[in-house]
């Protein structure tokens, strides 16, 4: 790629520009110009990526030449050429921006390492600018989508919170999007850049659970980073006074181990069931529900907040875009149907319907018949037991075909499919697959 690097070189000494022409044409696409005022010129209409330019010049002098130059493309590169008995103002140059100088007289090897290492530094800069960039984007697009007043009142007290290291509890019925509201917690917080880890204490045994959390050395928990206990409500009374103590004094005692590990964690809590209620019983320990609930943040179901649903489903429907290409939007008449509907399961059950339905439809888009709701009963027209069957079946076997083209590599299917892996399991178990 280097011979793709543009290079302008600019000096009234002819020799110089020989020389260093010379030196790195072989390389890099090289124009040199005596005129400094032609330079500039040209690069405002052609551009450069690296500058090598003399400070002592008519016309333009070389502080005058790169400062133009940064107006026009600051990410230009801009060596200074000089001789040693300048030095002092090639060091002035590199403080008004200059990357680095070049002496005289030039040393091949020296002009072409200094060159290759700043290159190779700017790749590396774009590189995480992208990066970043990239980043952010996927922040933005994983992040809650609403127009619910109440859902951005919210958001707005989620963003606080994340700025805190307080215990977050959320509440929730199932499907209404509770890890997606932990994650947004952790990306608007300090720990950002550490790990979250999702943990449904619903999918796993208990003897496995208080291993996974309380069983390994340092980094069992989340270490620096943030820990979801989701369905925390489903765990028993052994686990909750292990996660007391553990909320108390910061510290695990790892199984076969006599030290305590200490951690830096930051938890959130997330339930279907109203902890405060089961903590008046035997359900839950009233101490762990104190110690969780700091901060309290309620989700509202998808049916109290219906104007969302139009939102989340164009948001499925591209996410879900590479079943079924040729499906851009949703009907009105579709939409209609979506709206009339009580969704019992919430955003989960709204992104089901959807990714089925990408499966089923015909069009461009998807229509009332694509729509199976409830499960395929309990609304008009999909009385036909025959019909969910068959868009199980067309799911299962979608499922099948992207696992068996990733060599059942679990990780790079649920990308295909455009799903977490944790979505992916539930799917592999409810179709017989896990």
Not at 6 to 31: E, F, K, N, T
Not at 82 to 110: C, M
Not at 373 to 392: F, V
Request: proline share 5%; charged share 25%; glycine share 8%.
């Amino acid at each position: 790629m280097s011979e793709h690097i543009r290079v302008i070189v600019v000096d009234d000494d002819p020799l110089a520009c020989r020389i260093l022409v010379r030196m790195l044409s072989g390389s890099y696409q090289v124009h040199a110009f005596g005129d400094s005022e032609e330079a500039l010129r040209h690069i405002k209409t052609q551009g450069t990526d690296l500058l090598l330019t003399d400070l002592k010049m008519p016309k333009l002098n070389g502080f005058d030449l790169m400062a133009r130059v940064h107006a026009i493309d600051p990410s230009v590169i801009v060596f200074i050429i000089t001789g040693f008995s300048s030095l002092e103002n090639a060091v002035a140059a590199v403080k008004k921006g200059a990357y680095d100088y070049i002496a005289k007289p030039f040393e091949p090897d020296d002009v072409q390492v200094r060159i290759a290492r700043a290159l190779k530094e700017r790749a590396l800069e774009n590189q995480v600018a992208r990066l970043q960039q990239e980043r952010r984007r996927g922040e933005e697009a994983s992040a809650p989508l609403t127009r619910n007043r109440r859902m951005e009142d919210l958001l707005g007290l989620a963003r606080r919170v994340a700025l805190t290291d307080s215990n977050v509890l959320i509440q929730g019925e199932t499907g209404v999007g509770k890890e997606v509201l932990a994650r947004f917690i952790h990306r608007h917080s300090p720990r950002a850049e550490e790990a979250f880890v999702p943990v449904n204490c619903g999918a796993l045994a208990e003897g496995v659970l208080e291993s996974e959390l309380f069983g390994h050395e340092k980094g069992a928990l989340a270490d620096k980073g943030t820990l979801l206990l989701d369905e925390i409500g489903t765990t028993n009374v052994n686990f909750q006074v292990k996660l007391l103590r553990v909320l108390q004094e910061r510290v695990i005692h790892p199984v076969g181990s006599s030290r305590a590990v200490p951690v830096d964690v930051r938890l959130i809590a997330a339930a279907n069931l109203d902890l405060a209620q089961a903590s008046q019983g035997n359900a839950f320990r009233s101490d762990l529900y104190y110690r969780l609930s700091v901060v309290t943040l309620h989700i509202p179901p998808l049916r109290e907040r219906r104007e969302d649903i139009a939102l989340l489903a164009e948001h499925f429907i591209a996410r879900y875009r590479h079943i079924n290409p040729r499906v851009r939007t949703i009907s009105p008449e579709g939409l209609a149907r979506l709206q009339g509907y009580a969704f019992p399961g919430n955003v989960r059950e709204l992104e089901n319907i959807i990714e089925r339905a990408m499966i089923l439809a015909t069009g461009p888009s998807l229509d009332p018949d694509a729509l199976l709701l409830g499960g395929g009963s309990g609304e008009p027209g999909d009385s036909n037991p025959a019909k969910p069957l068959a868009m199980e079946d067309a799911e299962r076997n979608h499922i099948l075909q992207v696992l068996a083209q990733c060599g059942g590599k679990k990780g790079e299917a649920a990308r295909i499919l455009g799903i977490n892996k944790s979505t992916l399991w539930r799917k592999m178990k409810r179709f017989g697959l896990a």
